[in-house]
Each structure stands twice: as structure tokens, then as C-alpha cells.
């Protein structure tokens, strides 16, 4: 029997990851931001011991809906932190956003091995959770389907062999659009492509490239390599998940169906691997895969994101904080699609200095309060 | 100090491994067929110890050039045999064709690691191959660009959970070519192909295919899969090197230029992968990656492979005479270039039974005798 405990249970990751669970698998605690119906039902489903609800208001209806059940409900952040102390021999961390922080560094000291699906732990704080996890002698796998090529790729290999590694992108829903469209694209625009239907800042974050950024600031935190040893490739398709190039120029790729069970299932099974119920690849009918470099120009993002590599500290932080102001002035009209990279760069650029040389292993005090700042200069920030 | 013996010296694959070795390798054995001049040089150049020239007739020439160096010298196939049972730490068995059989059985049984570039030893004797390492405690690493990727996608992972191996190929020089164009194709249609420049023999191997059915034969022996688990794969640039599919529908697949020193180092260094002589890969010009599925109706040869994955025993024995008898006929302009794969076809036919329950652990000489009666058999084909 292994212990398991999904933190963000009631969203995509956290429903995949649930669907995959077998008999060996002993649910201890799920966990949810405000749907107590969803996750009183899967705790139920699960026989989960313990469900937590993150808005306190909400404690009742959970817990009416659990009557009779064994399972407890508790509800609130001191709640959920409690929760993620519990020692536990799987733990998923998929609570969106910076909310995730917290537990992610909480579960960091209890789950023997810590699948990470909350970007902005290490984006905001990679530096903390490494330490918390060598502390613990937790194994952090990566969720992303990018960073888990990678690990994948890593896997038997030797980490100090390597040369680069190769993060794959869609290129999102703007991969085509020239300049001038991009300037003027509206939230309609970024919202209504036919390829891409995802929630709404998600979306952005692929328009923009914004996702990629933060994947390549994780990538550093997560595989400790330096801003020259990471490159993007975009490659449409989405089959390559991403590559690993070691010195003796040999590179090793990591492909499958856009399916994320399949890096889940990578996660839950590590170190085997066991039959997912995920199409398999038919290079019969792929015919073939495109790779091009990404423009810069339309996509300052991963040029922002190597300011960030390159200067290390707390940048992450300002980085992740900054470009949270933007998407909302987008979403609010306020400023135009191109704006949002020019508000990241501009609060980036007020404090490098100072947050270049500020650690996340001070403290998660000192986290939030760089991303308050950062927060704060960015809503100063107007157009030219 | 690492031994190092490199049988097949003077080849393309032997100059390569040589030109690879530094200054931790110590160099026991050198070996060529014909070539007295280049043995010797090669010999001088790296303080070998042993130079063996397999052409009896030879080694007066080969003795007086390593005249007043401290290199022996000896010739003749015992000779071979008995440098190829001197303990080595590593060996490199690239001797052309079924004369390499012999020596890389003596190497299984006296090197540390074997690299294996001789294609024959494992599809006419694979299984007596495995066992003599089995017993020696030999490491096989094979050096063939899509075997060598398939092992180096296998490191670290478990071989019970593999799903697929999927070889990739070029397609050859005739893969766009019609049914009614083959047909006609003569010898010289074959070898003036323009971006293929080879030898003749493996250029009519890789127009036909017949490369690819050994390849798929000898990955059978070296990865212990069913037929059902090889599937061969088109694809015409040649990057993607092989790929292994496992159970959790991942695909892990080796890229990289086309280079034979990769596969070369990557056996020289195992498990280390240190800096390699090779253009890295340039995703940013590479643009794109084709796949198509193999037409076995103009490449018979896959499907008679299958016969041969199926059936096992010493049929693998039977298809390579076949083939070699083909070539042969084919190359004096005696047969067609669709014909070729009939004579194989026909010899399958008429010894599949008998060879299918023997086996090449019984010995080298029931090995040979299957051998010769192909090429009997074959002898007496006739168009229709």
C-alpha cells in the first residue's frame, strides 16, 4: 500500500492523477480551492481520509456532504498546510498559482517522493524547494510535459555530462502572426483560437510565450543548469515533449500523444513504468514533425526569462508577479497585447539589482514580499 | 590505462574507433584483412602490440614494415583467433561480413566490453553470441547507428517494460522509386544513386532494404523482443536514430547527426559519455522530421525479416547466404533487382523448417553447414 495525497484535486492534474490511482494506491488527503460538491465526491469515491476546502466558508457544505462518511473535512490555509505536513509516500502539488507555494514547500518536507505540477514553486521559490526537498531526501519529479521529458531523458544518465537541454514549444496560437497583428491583437483574439482552448490566462500565457519563459526559469531551478544550457525550439506538433543534448553531442527525446497522464503516470510509477491508458504514437500516420526557432521579437518572453537565468536570486519572483499585472490589465482592456511584455521588462528591469541578490531560502517572507513589490511597480507602469 | 584491440582496423569503422583513442588506451591488438600498409602504419602510430594480417601471403610484407618497431606481427585465421582471445578491457569487432563470426565469438569470451559493428554475428549466430557473453560476463554494446540508439534509450530503463523498438531507415536511394521502376533497375541505376556514396555491396543492401532485415534480425538477438515488438520506420534524414516505445506509451528516441563516431564513442566511453568530434544537432535550421510507413511490397525484405523473427532458430543464418548469393547474381548481371528478394524468399522456403529447430549454441560448424546449404539452394534459383 502507498500513501497518496493530491493537493488541487478538483482540477485537470488533479482529476487525471485521481483516474490513474490503483488498488495499491491509499488516499490520505485531497484538497480544493471552493468546489466542496467535486471534492466531497472524490473523497468519497477515493476513501480518502482527510478533504480540505481552502475557503473557510465553505466548511459546512463539506462537511454536510460528508456526513456519514469517514472522511474528515477541514478547511482554511492553516488547515492545508497542516495537511501537507502529514508524511505521506506520494504527494501531487497542483494547486494553481502562487496558493500552491506554501503547501508545495510544506509537502516538500513530508512526501517521500513530490510530484510538482505548480510552476511558480519554482519560479518563485526553486532555491527553497530544493533545499526542503535535500533536506528530507524528498525526490521532486517534474509534472510539466516539458520538464518531464527532460527528467525522463536524464534518467541513467549522468547530469554532469550533459551539454544542453531543449524545452519544445507549441509556439501557441500566435505562432504565425506577424508583428503589426500582434500588436493589435485583442483578448477576443488570444481567446478564440481554434487550436487552443484552455482558460483564459493559460491562454495568454501560450500567446505570449509567458509559459514558456516560466518553463525555462523552472528548467534552471529543476535540472541546475546555466542561461547558455537552455534552449527553446518551437515545434508545433507537440510530440517531442523536449530533448536533452549531452556532450558527446548525442541527444535524447522524450515523445508521446499530447496526453498528461502520461507524465503523471511517469510521476505516480517512478521509477517504473506501467501501462497508461494513453493512444500510442503512429508514425505511420505523423508524417512529420517541424522545428523552427522562436522569434524573439514577437516573443520577448524568453528573452525577459534569460534576464532572469542569467541574474538569478529572487528575479524569478519579480518575473512571475510581473507578468500576474499584466495579464490582468489585458484581460481589463487597460493595455495592449505587446504591453505586457514591456510592463514585465519595466518592473524587471526597476529591481534586478536588488532582487538579483535576495535568496528564496530566507524565507518564503522574503518571496512575498519581492513579489508585492514587483506587484506594486507594475501597476505604475503605463504605456508610452 | 584501459587494452584496447580493434579488430578490422583498416575499415571504415576501424579508423574511426582508432582516431577516437587517447591517451588512456593502450592498444593490444590491431587487425585488417589485405591491407599490410595501413595495418602497419595504424600499428606504429598507436604502439600496438599485435598486428595481424588475416592474407597469410601477406605478412612478409606487414613483418618487414614493422621491421626495427616493437609491434609483432603474425597472419592467417588462427592467428586471428588466438589475438581475438587475448583479455582485453575493450574490443571493437569490426570485421566485413560472416569472417568477423569467428573472431567476435573469441572476443565475447576474452573482453571486458564488446562493440559490435559486425551486423553477421548476431543475425546468423545471435544466440551463441549471447551465451559466450552470458558465460564471460562480457558487456555487448552494439555500434550500428540504430542498434547503439536503442541500447543508449534502453539505459536506466527496464527492458521487461519496453512495448516497441522502432528502427528507423532511410528508405534507401530507390524509396520514392515505383514497383515498375525497381523492377528494371539495373546495377549501375543502384550505385549512381547521388546522395548515397557507398560501398556496392551495402548500397544494393540499402536499396532493397536488406540492410534494414538484418538490422531488424540482430535487434531481436540484442534486445530479446518478439516481432511483434520491431517495427521499422521511414525516415529520410536520417536524425532520428532509433527509438524504443515502452508500456506507459512514452517514447524515448536517440538523435543526432549523421555520425558514425557517435555510436563508436558512446561504446568507447559507456557508461560515461565524454566530448565527442561531431557537429551538434541545429534544431534551427533542421526545420523538419519525416516519417512514413516501410512498403514491403516494393521492400520485400521486411517482410521476409519477419519470417525470420517468427521462425527464430538458424533462420536468420539462412536469409543472410541468401542475401549474399543474391547480391552475387544480381551483381553479374544474372538476376533482376526484384529478383533478389525472390531467391531469398525461395530459400527461406525450402529450409525454413530444417533451420528453424537448430541452433547456433550447438556450434559454429552447424552455423556454417546451414550457411552452405543456403547458398546451395540459392545457386539453383532461377527467374521464372
Not at 478533504?51 to 473557510?56: G, H, L, P
Not at 502529514?86 to 501531487?92: G, L, S
Not at 484552455?198 to 505570449?208: C, F, L, N, V
Request: charged share 20%.
Amino acid at each position: 500500500m502507498r500513501t497518496v495525497s493530491v493537493f488541487g484535486s478538483t482540477g485537470s492534474i488533479g482529476c487525471n492523477t485521481l483516474s490513474l490511482l490503483g488498488a495499491e494506491h491509499h488516499v490520505k488527503v485531497l484538497t480544493a480551492a471552493r468546489n466542496a460538491a467535486k471534492l466531497a465526491d472524490q473523497a468519497i469515491a477515493h476513501k480518502a481520509e482527510l478533504a480540505v476546502i481552502e475557503d473557510e466558508t465553505l466548511l459546512p457544505e463539506l462537511t454536510s456532504r460528508l456526513s456519514g462518511t469517514s472522511v474528515r473535512a477541514t478547511a482554511g490555509q492553516t488547515a492545508l498546510i497542516e495537511a501537507a505536513q502529514e508524511p505521506v509516500d506520494w504527494a501531487m502539488s497542483a494547486i494553481i498559482g502562487s496558493a500552491g507555494l506554501a503547501p508545495t514547500l510544506a509537502l516538500a518536507g513530508s512526501a517521500r517522493t513530490l510530484a510538482l505540477a505548480n510552476k511558480e514553486s519554482m519560479v518563485c521559490a526553486g532555491e527553497l524547494v530544493n533545499a526542503k526537498c535535500a533536506a528530507s531526501g524528498c525526490q521532486l519529479i517534474p509534472v510539466d510535459s516539458e520538464h518531464s521529458a527532460i527528467f525522463q531523458a536524464l534518467a541513467g544518465q549522468d547530469s554532469k555530462q550533459v551539454r544542453r537541454v531543449l524545452l519544445t514549444s507549441s509556439g501557441g496560437p500566435f505562432r504565425t502572426w506577424s508583428l503589426a497583428q500582434m500588436k493589435e491583437a485583442s483578448l477576443a483574439d488570444t481567446l478564440n483560437h481554434p487550436n487552443f482552448s484552455m482558460g483564459q490566462r493559460i491562454t495568454i500565457d501560450s500567446a505570449t510565450m509567458f509559459n514558456k519563459a516560466l518553463e525555462v526559469i523552472e528548467a534552471q531551478q529543476l535540472f541546475a543548469v546555466t542561461s547558455e544550457q537552455i534552449d527553446v525550439v518551437v515545434h508545433p506538433q507537440q510530440i517531442v515533449h523536449s530533448m536533452v543534448e549531452f556532450q558527446d553531442m548525442t541527444i535524447l527525446a522524450q515523445l508521446g500523444s499530447p496526453d498528461m497522464r502520461g507524465a503523471i503516470g511517469y510521476a505516480l510509477h517512478y521509477p517504473q513504468r506501467k501501462p497508461l491508458p494513453i493512444e500510442p504514437l503512429d508514425f505511420m500516420t505523423l508524417s512529420r514533425l517541424d522545428f523552427e526557432p522562436p522569434d524573439e521579437t514577437r516573443f520577448p518572453a524568453l528573452r525577459l526569462a534569460r534576464e532572469v537565468l542569467v541574474h538569478g536570486g529572487l528575479t524569478g519572483t519579480v518575473f512571475n508577479a510581473a507578468k500576474e499585472v499584466a495579464l490582468d490589465k489585458f484581460i481589463a482592456g487597460h493595455i495592449g497585447f505587446l504591453d505586457m511584455a514591456d510592463l514585465i521588462a519595466y518592473v524587471l528591469d526597476r529591481l534586478v539589482e536588488e532582487s538579483a541578490v535576495q535568496h528564496s531560502t530566507e524565507g518564503l517572507d522574503i518571496v512575498m514580499g519581492m513579489d508585492k513589490s514587483a506587484r506594486d511597480i507594475g501597476q505604475t507602469w503605463r504605456p508610452t
